[in-house]
């Protein structure tokens, strides 16, 4: 479900000051074909990392260490999450990281001493303390969202239904577990019947949002016909086997 590199070639033009990738569901992109690309451009490398907490290249490289900055959510449902809202942005890039510390400060250098205009976008204590509890299992819930997808991809077996790619490395986190089907509403009506709780990620392309009205005309062909047939199916680390095994056999009767 990433953007490919050819894809992120064609659309660069002498205005492009960044590529900013999506490792979406939880699943790396081409990072490294992607860096070579924005080497070759001059252009900044950022990373939207907010679905994939753990997720690492061949290199044992981590998400947010592989461009120029990432961003990553610590919303509850996140592969790290928190108990509220939150966010974290990582870099290796001293200039910027001073930027990025005054900004979210009020724009401030030391106490009371506001040198640019910025935002209140502190992370609090508890939040911090909170997330360094649960990062000590990440991993091990990440290999437990792996193993999951594994007896998915493994056990259903119904034609009318798409399964994702996956080659059983740890690129991908499994922030979701996506399917498709050309019958989505009534899926998820047979599912839902079955005590069976989906969710869909996501229903409306960002282009076709009110708020976004200006690229409504983009022609996106692929966006918008996954945006009609995907379906998320229950993922989490603490599903037991006994249940993963109970939405393969409701897929597989449908």
Not at 48 to 71: M, V, W
Not at 168 to 190: P, W
Not at 199 to 219: G, M, T, V
């Given at each position: 479900?990433?953007?490919?590199?050819?894809?992120?070639?064609?659309?660069?033009?002498?205005?492009?000051?960044?590529?900013?990738?999506?490792?979406?569901?939880?699943?790396?992109?081409?990072?490294?074909?992607?860096?070579?690309?924005?080497?070759?451009?001059?252009?900044?490398?950022?990373?939207?990392?907010?679905?994939?907490?753990?997720?690492?290249?061949?290199?044992?490289?981590?998400?947010?260490?592989?461009?120029?900055?990432?961003?990553?959510?610590?919303?509850?449902?996140?592969?790290?999450?928190?108990?509220?809202?939150?966010?974290?942005?990582?870099?290796?890039?001293?200039?910027?990281?001073?930027?990025?510390?005054?900004?979210?400060?009020?724009?401030?250098?030391?106490?009371?001493?506001?040198?640019?205009?910025?935002?209140?976008?502190?992370?609090?204590?508890?939040?911090?303390?909170?997330?360094?509890?649960?990062?000590?299992?990440?991993?091990?819930?990440?290999?437990?969202?792996?193993?999951?997808?594994?007896?998915?991809?493994?056990?259903?077996?119904?034609?009318?239904i798409s399964l994702p790619f996956y080659n059983g490395s740890k690129d991908h986190v499994f922030?979701?577990?996506?399917?498709?089907?050309?019958?989505?509403?009534?899926l998820l009506k047979f599912l839902k019947k079955r005590n069976i709780e989906c969710s869909i990620?996501?229903?409306?392309?960002?282009?076709?949002?009110?708020?976004?009205?200006?690229?409504?005309?983009?022609?996106?062909?692929?966006?918008?016909?996954?945006?009609?047939?995907?379906?998320?199916?229950?993922?989490?680390?603490?599903?037991?086997?006994?249940?993963?095994?109970?939405?393969?056999?409701?897929?597989?009767?449908?």
């Amino acid at each position: 479900y990433n953007i490919t590199i050819a894809n992120i070639a064609k659309e660069i033009t002498s205005k492009t000051k960044a590529i900013l990738v999506v490792h979406l569901y939880g699943q790396l992109a081409d990072m490294a074909g992607i860096s070579e690309l924005a080497k070759s451009h001059e252009l900044l490398l950022i990373e939207d990392a907010a679905q994939a907490h753990g997720a690492e290249n061949e290199s044992e490289i981590k998400a947010g260490n592989l461009g120029d900055a990432a961003g990553f959510s610590f919303y509850p449902s996140k592969n790290l999450g928190a108990l509220g809202d939150g966010g974290a942005i990582t870099t290796n890039d001293e200039d910027l990281e001073r930027v990025i510390r005054q900004l979210h400060n009020y724009g401030t250098s030391s106490k009371y001493n506001n040198l640019v205009k910025g935002m209140n976008s502190r992370l609090d204590e508890i939040q911090a303390m909170f997330l360094n509890i649960k990062l000590r299992s990440l991993d091990d819930d990440n290999k437990r969202r792996r193993e999951i997808a594994k007896m998915y991809l493994k056990g259903i077996s119904n034609p009318r239904i798409s399964l994702p790619f996956y080659n059983g490395s740890k690129d991908h986190v499994f922030h979701v577990f996506i399917i498709e089907t050309d019958n989505r509403e009534e899926l998820l009506k047979f599912l839902k019947k079955r005590n069976i709780e989906c969710s869909i990620h996501y229903p409306r392309p960002p282009h076709k949002q009110k708020a976004f009205l200006e690229y409504a005309q983009l022609e996106l062909p692929i966006t918008e016909k996954i945006h009609e047939r995907v379906i998320s199916l229950p993922m989490s680390p603490v599903l037991q086997n006994e249940e993963v095994q109970f939405v393969i056999d409701a897929l597989n009767n449908y």
